[in-house]
């Protein structure tokens, strides 16, 4: 089934992707390097200058194959893809959902539940394995804010006060972040979130996996026939996915940000593996971008269990199961959607 698939990263500055037969090839310097058949994939992200020949855009469309090009720092550029899966109804529906306050705010709720449960399991995680170096009243402070956020949600009814709780709420889980790094903390010292650009190596590392992540979820977004732009949380702006950005809420702390904490506590990335530019963005070399890649699709195959449908599956499997679930709760099937919570 598609859902099982990979995606292919192809970092190799100067690769060149072409059809050959039923298969992807890659050659690069006028050697070719791999081929997969294309029913292997589910999607190819090509990072930096990487060419793709026509012929293969072509195929890849009638496979249902998504091309997205990023920056070789990971910024998106574009995706190419062919006919967009399901049917107009839903997707009206969700334009209708997402034109409704109510509705938006109804639906906003349950993945602000999921982030929230998520990331205070992150921080009770993080007591539990390395209480003896990390500060335990600190960090348990936190999760008790992210309780009492997740618990005041159902009082909320309107997205303005729900953005401005979840802004408080990550102001609690990010200002004890850096507890949870354990290793190497004079490299890797985390001061807070900032983006676009990163300004040192751990918010390089989480911008270049929630890039990952969102190109994950946007194409299992649009496996199940919903639009990925039209968000209910994140509202409509161009170039923004708002519902992909909406539905990683709950993978963002147990999925991306934890991968991350792994990454630097067992040394698989290196100070040595950033940069910094002059003006003043913090850049990940290929061979570390390269690392990162292969930890991201070694999660995607650890099998957990899902905690609504009480199946065992792969993790990467779970994007396409939460965005089933949402797609039936758009259609009126589920009285509510069930948010991912990890345990």
């Known amino acids: ?165 979840e802004g408080d709420a990550a102001h609690a889980y990010y200002g004890v972040f850096d507890q949870l790094i354990v290793s190497g903390k004079e490299a890797f010292r985390f001061d807070g979130r900032n983006r676009r650009p990163p300004l040192d190596p751990v918010n390089c590392l989480l911008s270049f996996l929630y890039t990952l992540l969102a190109h994950d979820v946007r194409s299992a977004l649009e496996t199940t026939g919903l639009d990925p732009a039209v968000g209910f949380l994140h509202r409509d702006r161009p170039g923004r996915p708002g519902l992909a950005l909406d539905m990683m809420e709950e993978f963002r702390p147990f999925f991306a940000d934890r991968l991350a904490l792994t990454l630097i506590n067992l040394g698989r990335v290196r100070p040595k593996g950033f940069t910094r530019a002059e003006t003043g963005a913090v850049l990940m070399d290929e061979a570390t971008r390269k690392e990162v890649l292969i930890a991201y699709q070694e999660r995607k195959q650890d099998v957990v269990e899902h905690p609504f449908l009480r199946e065992k599956m792969p993790l990467g499997l779970l994007f396409h199961m939460q965005a089933t679930l949402l797609a039936r709760y758009v259609r009126g099937d589920l009285d509510g959607y069930p948010p991912l919570l990890w345990k």
């Open 1 to 165: 089934m598609k859902r099982h698939l990979n995606t292919l990263y192809v970092t190799t500055q100067g690769a060149y992707l072409f059809k050959d037969g039923e298969t992807l090839a890659i050659k690069v310097e006028e050697t070719v390097r791999l081929r997969l058949p294309i029913h292997t994939l589910a999607g190819v992200v090509c990072f930096g200058q990487v060419s793709v020949s026509p012929f293969l855009l072509g195929h890849c469309a009638e496979n249902n194959v998504a091309v997205s090009f990023l920056t070789v720092n990971g910024r998106f550029l574009a995706k190419v893809q062919g006919n967009v899966s399901g049917n107009v109804l839903l997707r009206r529906q969700q334009y209708r959902m997402a034109d409704d306050p109510a509705a938006s705010t109804a639906a906003a709720r349950y993945f602000l539940v999921g982030k929230l449960a998520n990331a205070r399991t992150v921080l009770l995680r993080a007591i539990r394995d390395h209480g003896e170096k990390i500060d335990v009243p600190a960090v348990r402070l936190a999760a008790d804010r992210l309780a009492q956020h997740g618990t005041g949600l159902g009082t909320l009814n309107d997205l303005d006060a729900l953005r401005g709780l």
